[in-house]
């Protein structure tokens, strides 16, 4: 199975504060990778698929980056309504592996 | 607008097989465009893939869970189900279904979960 591990586990920035997330594959995964958003109490929403695609909808403040086993998503000017854990997911193949979630907090 | 609901007990004995369901609605599951899977989320802990489905009943599941599972699909009901046997308490969780696509590889929609918990 293809381990995923994200760091940090937890960040706390302010408005408007630039908020870096980190999501390692134990093997390759080519671009093969989703982020998605997740408030307590709610299901998950995906927010970029094969690294760096926009889901319709989620504002262009969400960007993602990487390749091979390296991904990053990233939040500019971070807003209060993006308090939420978001968690990384590998599509490259099965079983589907998910990150352990990094938990975002505004100050 | 496609939605999916989650149904089933919310408590299970340990030992017994939890049984759920998930009716979809504002899509058709025989279209063949996507797959459908089970997810679940244990408290405090990070999701886990259960399995998916498509509608001709071809699977891939978890292998993790050690096929104390099946999972089925009923077109005529447009609903798909997933039985869990000799559960434990490692087994409580809020689990969700969701629409899979193969091209992207992510769940999108998603149900909104429903929490099964595992006592006696």
């Known amino acids: 199975d293809i381990q995923m591990t994200q760091s940090p586990s937890s960040v706390s920035a302010s408005v408007g504060d630039r908020v870096t997330i980190t999501c390692r594959a134990s093997?390759?995964?080519?671009?093969?990778l989703i982020w998605y958003q997740q408030k307590p109490g709610k299901a998950p929403k995906p927010l970029i698929y094969?690294?760096?695609g926009l889901r319709s909808g989620v504002p262009s403040r969400f960007s993602g980056s990487g390749s091979g086993a390296d991904f990053t998503l990233t939040i500019s000017n971070l807003q209060p309504e993006d308090s939420a854990t978001y968690s990384c997911q590998q599509a490259k193949s099965f079983p589907l592996t998910f990150g352990g979630g990094t938990k975002v907090e505004i100050k | 607008q496609l939605q999916l609901q989650e149904s089933g007990p919310g408590l299970v004995r340990p030992s017994e097989t939890l049984s759920l369901t998930c009716t979809v609605s504002?899509?058709?599951?025989?279209?063949?465009?996507?797959?459908w899977g089970w997810i679940r989320q244990p408290p405090g802990k990070r999701l886990e893939w259960i399995a998916n489905?498509?509608?001709?009943?071809?699977?891939n599941n978890n292998p993790s869970l050690k096929n104390r599972f099946a999972i089925s699909v009923d077109t005529s009901k447009n609903q798909f189900s997933l039985s869990l046997s000799s559960v434990t308490a490692a087994d409580t969780a809020v689990y969700y279904c969701?629409?899979?696509?193969?091209?992207?590889?992510?769940?999108?929609?998603w149900g909104q979960g429903t929490l099964v918990t595992v006592s006696s």
């Open positions: 093997q390759d995964i080519s671009s093969w």
């Open positions: 489905i498509y509608y001709s009943g071809s699977t």
């Open positions: 094969s690294t760096i």
């Open positions: 969701g629409r899979y696509s193969t091209s992207i590889g992510w769940f999108d929609p």
């Open positions: 504002g899509d058709s599951i025989s279209s063949g465009d996507y797959d």
